[in-house]
């Protein structure tokens, strides 16, 4: 059947989450793979091991598109290791200070080559052989209309000269700074924020008069990932979710096309089937997810609403800060999804999650599902959209 077939699958690993997932455009004979690395509030690694493990699963073709959300160690290290095991076509990732970086770099022994790009980001992506680097410093233009006209490619703008030249004169080299923009391919919508105070100059200096030392780095890569031309009225579709265990592991690693992996799962493991998405009088069919990584909602909520306003309608899925902790969390964000569409909710559970945030989303409408996903557990989304002309 020539459609889109699609994946977000949540990796269960014992440090954190690892999203990643892909559009296999069999209409166009394109694919696009991702990987997303940032979801809870990690400051430590066990092992290097512990990170190559968390990678094991994930695809061992080319990557169209690895985002580093989160400046932390387990992520970082794993950013490393998927660039020197797989081909990377485009990074993006967070500016952040010289100080804040010269802290992290000496809070662990990392190796050498983890440490080399801790202290040099640009240069070591760029001796690491990547084409294409979208390395940011604050936000692009919002997309304000409906996006389904967008073209395809990879549209991210300049910073200003000024700031360009202030991180010149900050790293001792000129490194091509850019806003936060947006990737379409496969007819798919790859759109990005940066938010936090990594990367603002005056914040740094004034902790640094008052405490002395770099503050904790704070700053996150979101990423909204969705289809474009996905009305009922033109395509037919089906959209699913599944819990998958130790006990029940994820069948992706069958030998086979990632769409027949797809239809293995649907058969073979418990699943939930969405229909409302199917109604003719539908604009959209709502199958996006939105990726928050460790953004603060009680200080960002206004920001990240205004950014993503324009494709609200079609957040299926949305992770929760920080797993779960209370101090990142904004109740607020809750007013924003409402009706009788069921909305996904993922939490990445650990000591710091916060009862009331869980109850906050559980009592505030029966639609809303809480997923947790953790070391035993995780999750995936899948489905496919086809063209009724076809």
Same mark, same amino acid.
């Given at each position: 059947m020539e459609?889109?077939y699609? %994946?977000?699958l ?5 440090? /954190?989450i690892i999203?990643w997932?892909y559009?296999?455009d069999?209409?166009m004979?394109? !694919?696009?793979y991702?990987?997303?690395?940032s979801? *809870? *509030?990690?400051?430590?690694?066990h092992k290097?091991k512990?990170t190559?493990e ?6 061992k073709? +080319?990557i ?7 400046? !932390?160690?387990f ?6 290791e998927i660039l020197?095991t %797989?081909?990377?076509h ?9 100080r804040q970086?010269k802290v992290l770099s ?8 983890v ?5 040099r980001p640009?240069?070591?992506l760029?001796?690491?052989g990547? %084409? !294409?680097i979208?390395?940011?410093?604050? *936000?692009?233009?919002?997309?304000t209309?409906n ?5 395809e490619g +990879?549209?991210f703008? $300049?910073a200003?000269?000024e700031?360009?030249e ?5 790293e001792?080299? %000129?490194i091509p700074?850019?806003?936060?923009g ?7 919508l790859f759109?990005? /924020?940066?938010?936090g105070s990594?990367?603002n100059?005056?914040i ?9 030392s770099?503050?904790e ?5 979101t ?7 996905d009305a009922?009225v ?6 699913t979710?599944k819990?998958f265990?130790?006990?029940m ?5 069958t ?7 797809d239809m293995r ?9 969405l229909k409302?998405?199917t109604k003719q009088?539908?604009?959209?069919s ?5 990726l928050?990584g ?10 990240v609403t205004?950014?993503?306003?324009s494709i ?6 949305l992770?929760?800060?920080? /797993?779960?902790s209370?101090?990142?969390w904004n ?8 009706g =009788?569409?069921?909305h996904?909710?993922?939490a990445?559970m *650990?000591s710091? =999650?916060?009862? $009331?945030v869980l109850k906050?989303i ?11 996903v953790s070391? $035993? ?5 899948? /489905?496919?959209?086809?063209?009724k002309n076809?």
């Amino acid at each position: 059947m020539e459609a889109r077939y699609f %994946r977000y699958l949540f990796e269960n690993v014992s440090d /954190g989450i690892i999203q990643w997932g892909y559009v296999n455009d069999t209409r166009m004979r394109d !694919k696009a793979y991702y990987v997303y690395l940032s979801e *809870n *509030n990690l400051q430590w690694v066990h092992k290097n091991k512990a990170t190559v493990e968390a990678l094991r699963h994930l695809p061992k073709k +080319e990557i169209d598109i690895l985002v580093l959300g989160e400046f !932390k160690a387990f992520y970082i290290m794993s950013f490393i290791e998927i660039l020197k095991t %797989r081909r990377v076509h485009t990074v993006v990732l967070p500016y952040i200070m010289p100080r804040q970086r010269k802290v992290l770099s000496d809070s662990l022994p990392f190796p050498e080559d983890v440490k080399n790009f801790i202290l040099r980001p640009y240069s070591t992506l760029v001796q690491m052989g990547v %084409r !294409k680097i979208h390395y940011l410093y604050g *936000n692009g233009k919002d997309i304000t209309s409906n996006p389904d006209g967008l073209p395809e490619g +990879e549209f991210f703008e $300049e910073a200003e000269t000024e700031i360009i030249e202030k991180v010149e004169n900050l790293e001792g080299c %000129r490194i091509p700074l850019k806003k936060a923009g947006y990737i379409v391919k496969c007819d798919w919508l790859f759109y990005f /924020g940066v938010y936090g105070s990594g990367n603002n100059e005056e914040i740094q200096t004034e902790h640094l008069k008052e405490t002395g030392s770099a503050p904790e780095i704070q700053t996150t890569v979101t990423m909204f990932s969705g289809p474009l031309h996905d009305a009922p009225v033109y395509v037919d579709s089906l959209f699913t979710e599944k819990i998958f265990s130790k006990d029940m592991p994820c069948l992706r690693n069958t030998d086979t096309e990632d769409c027949v992996c797809d239809m293995r799962c649907m058969r073979f493991q418990d699943h939930t089937m969405l229909k409302q998405h199917t109604k003719q009088e539908r604009k959209g069919s709502c199958f996006g997810v939105l990726l928050l990584g460790n953004v603060n909602l009680k200080r960002y909520l206004a920001d990240v609403t205004r950014r993503y306003h324009s494709i609200g309608k079609r957040i299926r899925i949305l992770t929760i800060p920080d /797993g779960a902790s209370l101090d990142k969390w904004n109740p607020q964000i809750l007013a924003l999804f409402s009706g =009788s569409d069921f909305h996904y909710w993922l939490a990445a559970m *650990n000591s710091r =999650s916060s009862g $009331e945030v869980l109850k906050d989303i559980m009592f505030s409408n029966s639609h809303h599902h809480l997923v947790q996903v953790s070391a $035993e557990f995780g999750s995936c989304f899948s /489905g496919y959209l086809v063209d009724k002309n076809e």
